[in-house]
């Protein structure tokens, strides 16, 4: 994945993330938040290393909680 592809989806995971923990995943703004970090996984085409296999992988999960 490319290097602005990878920082983007860290940086909307850890948002997510954050957001989850503070409102619940039943929250509108953490649905929302959710619907964007679905869209940045649609723009993976390659995962090159281990990191970002994890990373998009706990993505994933979030997503699908």
Do not use: N
């Not at 990878?6 to 039943?26: H, M, Q």
């Not at 953490?30 to 290393?49: F, S, W, Y």
Request: glycine letters at 4%; one cysteine or more; proline letters at 5%.
């Amino acid at each position: 994945m490319s290097p602005s592809t990878s920082k983007l989806l860290t940086s909307v995971y850890e948002a997510v993330k954050d957001l989850e923990d503070l409102y619940g995943p039943s929250d509108q703004g953490v649905v929302h938040a959710k619907r964007v970090l679905v869209e940045c996984l649609a723009q993976v085409r390659l995962i090159e290393t281990p990191q970002e296999a994890l990373l998009f992988t706990s993505a994933r999960q979030l997503v699908d909680q």
